[in-house]
């Protein structure tokens, strides 16, 4: 690793600023618990590092349940699985921010930069797709915003350009009769990397017997994170059972395009995909009967 | 000698607190990378991208300009050994083999093989300097699955490695560099005997020892010429007998001061870091430190072998065992050597066989040099015995304890290499898992099923020393120079006060540096409780020896008219205590300083047993241990908490071995997951308390009867795993890890 001059500015026009004049040789520290270990394996090189903790709006989270979360884009898991009132809104949330690393990574560990960080195997992603998060970006020309699963672009790329940042994530307000589950498979039962992960959203109708509305998205078996669109669409108006929580599953299994590595086959990530696809959202069905 | 009670005995069996504990909680303890000098220059190593090459040319002259670089070296600093042989406490080593391990010579045979070496101010301008280094080099085609490395046209390592087998040399240079035989009895009538016969083929992965502490060491070669290494190693005499070779000077110019260590398992005995540091230190006019990271302690060390190992086994309708015949490949890594002859010894060392034969053979490969690890090689072949020997009880319907016992060695078995068993704890092991709660609790509920295991290893002798001084204050100090992985000190200071008498904390216990104890050999083969502590135990009996006779100057009368009982002197009416007495030494003559050599010639030969409890998940392949039990013959347990620690931490690397523990190679032999994260070993989440019973069979060659206990542990867990598995689900996983997608793919498979 070599040395690198370390910026910490207090607001974000100033970073901005920095990372526009500097570029691809600036880096941002959330966290940090990832870029720290980047540097020093030499996976990435920096010139200056831009802590951003420093920014109030991005290491603070806002929510209600009209107008449901903005949430600061450096604020540490252990915020988040903290407050039992997000826990009811975004339980799949709750599950990523849970299993990210153990107590001492998520007490620095930001879910803007594991977005940022884009790992197809990062464990915040798919839910915040299952939630429809949307991402809000600053740059030296202005502010723009793009969905959740639009954001990552390859593993470890994503859409910011020259200049850019992500400053807040937003979560629309928790819908009545609605559940959702993030659960990832590793072979161990901490300490790991997904070796698939999935995050399913379900809105109930009154009855709570069939699935109004629902949202899946996959980790770890493409390049990106994905939102399985067929599979989500399909759920409309399908009775809340476990036929169809298998075919729901199957339709996934469409959508993904694995590799082959230390971490599984490529063959057996596809049927991970139904497996978990299945399993939660059998909990988010659960979930949605029951937290209201 | 009679079998000891436990309530014989003060402090045998109790549980002191470790005198290294203070130290070792409060962080205090000075470890290897805890090393500090003002002057100090840190060196980093350059490392081979390729599992196979030629090295054509190394230019460091880029490196050696970067400011901040005080050396750099290559092979060529190194003298050149040629053929010479040294004898390295363990068997002939070939150094020309030791030393390209250190640093590659002409080729490279693994990635992460060193290559080249720099010492600077920081690591950071050393790494600099190492991508400075333009090494060019001719990719060859590497090897790395051990029989594919035994085919005639697979690519050559060496062209001075010839196979040897039985003492004959090949006439051509082969990767297979040894091939051993063993047989007993007459195989063709053993199988002819029998009424079922089955044969299975089994296949395990490199794992690595996995100790915590990465390699370490720091050198200072002084201005006359005597160089100190600071180091972490399990033998610091077998680092110093190493680096003298390496580096070409006499060994008494070297002195070792081993470190605390964090683990070694049989990885730190073999010398990496240390002659690099030597010679940069030598280069440099500094003293020099290198610490490894976590990806060059996996690619760079030994892991222990993969291996391929076939077991035939025959029995008769009663169970009654008539033949047994194996055919094991071991993987020897980059360079000869290996735990072949253990393997070949153990496959069927639980087994009273009338008939065997066993054929081994060790293949040098592509991978890191093999080390050893937790009882080298008895693992690998116990996990195939085991499980043929499982797939016959349940073919003849027979309890799976019920067989083992009835063929399990006892006093007066002869093994198929040849020794015949001395008093051996065996049957009482499988005797105590009959009457444990474990194996009688019922085991209930879908994709559930229980292993049971049994396993087996030598336990040395070897040599040690031991100096004991008699303070005024009536404490003792404990001088040895067996290097503390596993609490030995206090189970030596034990061993000591109970001879005299004292309490566990009147007993001041030290490891020295080379200058400092008599010659000892490694902390490995489970020897240092039994052979140190043979050697603690004679110290004490001189000890008392010299204080008889400081007690019959004080009673003016013959030494032999005293008596010694516990810590009481006494004669005729007249008694002292051994602190009256310590107080008094200077006044009454020499000081008072116990010493002892040993070199026993014996194994003290562990047994143990496990009973693993799986349940299975059918959708992923996951195995979770629910409940396991490691019952072992430990001849006495010193200090009851580290026997069981050892029971404990050896099942844990086993259940890890079995499940997801492997060495995953590129089709270019790059090691794939060369991090705890990805070479996934478990973690307290991923195993249950590990239960443990103790069985005491008394060793008859020690005054307490210990045996060693710390290697045995690791041979059962992958055998009692997978055939918890196969109970759980009918399928045997003859291939190690039985890893999720393995387990899957075999489940859709059946
Ligand atoms: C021991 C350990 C265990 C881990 N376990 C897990 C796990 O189980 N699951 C998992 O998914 N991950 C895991 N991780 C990875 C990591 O902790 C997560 O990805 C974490 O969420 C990253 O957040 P951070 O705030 O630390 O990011 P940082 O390291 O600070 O940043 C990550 C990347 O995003 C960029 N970045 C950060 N914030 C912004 C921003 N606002 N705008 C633009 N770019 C930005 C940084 O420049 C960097 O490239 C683990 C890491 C460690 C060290």
Redesign the pocket.
């Known amino acids: 690793m070599k040395n690198f001059e370390y910026a910490a500015p207090a607001n974000v026009e100033s970073a901005t600023a920095l990372l526009e004049k500097y570029g691809d040789a600036a ?12 540097l020093r394996e030499g996976l ?1 090189a920096a010139d200056v590092v831009i802590d ?1 903790k420093n920014i109030p709006e ?1 290491v603070d989270y806002q929510y209600s349940a009209d107008v449901g979360l903005q949430l600061g ?2 604020t ?2 252990y915020r988040i699985y903290g407050d039992e009132e997000l826990a009811k809104a975004y339980p799949a949330v709750l599950d ?1 921010t849970r ?4 107590w001492q ?1 998520q007490s ?7 977005l ?2 884009a ?1 197809p ?4 992603i798919p839910s915040l797709i299952a939630h429809q998060a949307t991402c809000h970006i600053a740059g030296p020309h202005g502010r723009r915003s793009v969905a959740a699963q639009d954001f990552c672009t390859g593993p470890g790329r ?1 859409t ?1 350009e020259q200049g ?4 807040a994530l937003t979560l629309p307000p928790s819908k009545p009769n609605s559940g959702s589950a993030y659960l990832r498979f590793i072979p161990r039962n901490e ?4 070796v698939v992960g999935a995050a399913s959203w379900v809105q109930l109708d009154d009855s709570g017997e069939s699935i109004q509305s629902g949202r899946i998205a996959l980790a770890a078996v493409a390049p990106v994170p994905l939102y399985a669109e067929e599979a989500s669409s399909w759920l409309s108006g399908q009775p809340a059972t476990a036929a169809t929580f298998v075919e729901a599953g199957e339709l996934a299994k469409n959508i993904v395009s694995p590799i082959s590595d230390m971490r599984g086959t490529a063959e057996y990530r596809q049927h991970l995909v139904g497996v978990l696809v299945k399993r939660t959202l059998k909990i988010a069905v659960e979930r949605a009967r029951t937290n209201q | 000698m009679k079998a000891a009670t436990s309530d014989e005995y003060k402090i045998l069996g109790t549980r002191p607190i470790r005198h290294d504990g203070a130290d070792k909680v409060t962080g205090k303890a000075k470890y290897g990378a805890d090393v500090q000098f003002a002057n100090l220059a840190h060196g980093k190593i350059l490392r081979s991208p390729h599992a196979h090459a030629r090295i054509k040319s190394i230019d460091t002259s880029a490196a050696e300009k970067v400011p901040g670089v005080f050396a750099v070296i290559t092979a060529n600093d190194f003298p050149d050994p040629q053929d010479k042989i040294a004898d390295l406490g363990e068997g002939p080593v070939t150094l020309s083999h030791l030393g390209s391990n250190v640093m590659a010579r002409g080729k490279v045979l693994y990635k992460g093989h060193a290559v080249a070496a720099v010492a600077a101010t920081s690591t950071h301008v050393a790494e600099q300097a190492l991508n400075l280094i333009q090494v060019d080099y001719e990719i060859l085609e590497p090897v790395l699955w051990v029989l594919d490395a035994m085919a005639e046209d697979a690519p050559l390592l060496h062209e001075n490695v010839f196979t040897d087998s039985m003492g004959e040399a090949s006439e051509k240079p082969s990767n297979i560099e040894k091939h051993l035989h063993f047989e007993k009895g007459d195989i063709e009538q053993g199988f002819a005997e029998a009424d079922i016969v089955i044969e299975r083929e089994f296949k395990t992965a490199s794992v690595h020892q996995g100790y915590i502490e990465p390699h370490v060491a720091t050198a200072d070669w002084n201005e006359d010429g005597q160089l100190r290494i600071w180091t972490s190693t399990q033998g610091s005499f077998t680092v110093r007998h190493q680096t003298a070779e390496l580096v070409g000077i006499p060994l008494s110019r070297v002195t070792v001061y081993p470190c605390e260590i964090g683990g070694g398992f049989g990885g730190k005995i073999a010398v990496y870091l240390q002659p690099v540091a030597a010679l940069l230190s030598r280069k440099s006019g500094r003293p020099v430190k290198l610490v490894m990271q976590r990806d060059e302690v996996f690619e760079g060390t030994g892991p222990t072998p993969g291996s391929f190992v076939r077991v035939k086994l025959g029995a008769k309708n009663d169970g009654t065992l008539t033949a047994g015949k194996a055919w094991i490949a071991f993987d020897a890594g980059a360079f000869p050597g290996g735990p072949i002859g253990p393997g070949c010894m153990c496959v069927f060392s639980c087994y009273d066989l009338p008939h065997a034969t066993v054929d081994g053979y060790n293949v040098c490969n592509n991978k890191p040099k093999t080390q050893a690890y937790r009882a080298p090689g008895s693992t690998h072949v116990a996990y195939a015995t085991e499980n043929v020997l499982d797939e016959i009880a349940g073919e003849l319907d027979l309890d799976p304890l019920d067989l083992r016992l009835k063929n399990a060695v006892k006093e007066g078995s002869r093994r198929v290499d040849g020794p015949v068993y001395p008093e051996i704890g065996c049957v009482e092991v499988l005797e105590a898992v009959k009457n444990s709660e474990h194996w009688n609790a019922p085991l209930e509920g879908p994709y559930r099923g229980r292993g049971l295991a049994l396993g087996f290893w030598f336990n040395c002798g070897l040599k040690s020393s031991a100096t004991a001084n008699v303070n005024t204050d009536g404490t003792v100090t404990l001088i040895e120079g067996s290097t503390d992985i596993g609490g030995s000190r206090t189970s030596l200071a034990m061993q000591l006060a109970e001879t005299l008498g004292l309490t566990a904390e009147e007993i001041h216990p030290q490891v020295a540096d080379t200058d400092s104890v008599g010659y000892t050999d490694v902390t490995g083969g489970s020897r240092v409780t039994f052979a140190t502590g043979l050697a603690v135990c004679k110290a004490g009996e001189d000890i008392q020896k010299q204080m008889r006779q400081q007690a019959a100057v004080l009673w003016d009368c013959d030494a032999n008219e005293i008596e010694i009982s516990g810590s009481t002197f006494s004669r005729n009416g007249n008694s002292i205590s051994f602190q009256e007495l310590a107080a008094k030494q200077l006044q009454l003559g020499e000081p008072i300083v116990g010493r002892a050599t040993v070199a026993p010639d014996c194994s003290t030969n562990g047994f143990g047993a496990h009973i693993a409890d799986v349940e299975v998940d059918p959708e992923t392949g996951k195995t979770t241990v629910l409940r396991y039990t490691a019952i072992q013959d430990a001849g006495k347990a010193i200090h009851p908490s580290y026997v069981e620690g050892q029971m404990q931490g050896g099942a844990v690397q086993g259940i890890g071995w079995a499940l997801n523990e492997e060495y995953f190679f590129g089709d270019a032999g790059d090691m794939k997951n060369a991090s705890f ?1 990805d070479y996934r070993m478990p973690t307290c989440l991923d195993v249950p308390m590990i239960e443990t019973i103790i069985v005491e069979v008394p060793n008859p060659d020690h005054p307490f009867g210990v045996r060693g206990v710390g290697e045995t542990p690791i041979v059962p867990p992958p055998a009692a795993i997978t055939i918890a598995i196969h109970n759980a689900t009918g399928v045997y996983m003859r291939e190690l890890p039985a890893s999720p997608p393995r387990l899957w793919k075999a489940l859709q498979e059946a």
């Open positions: 880096k941002i520290l959330a966290g940090g618990t990832d870029i720290i270990v980047q990435r951003i991005i884009a450096a540490p898991c990523s299993i990210i690393g153990g990574i620095r560990a930001s879910v803007g930069g594991n940022c960080n790992s195997a990062a464990d915040s994503n910011l850019e940042m992500l400053v300490m790991d990397i997904a | 994260l």
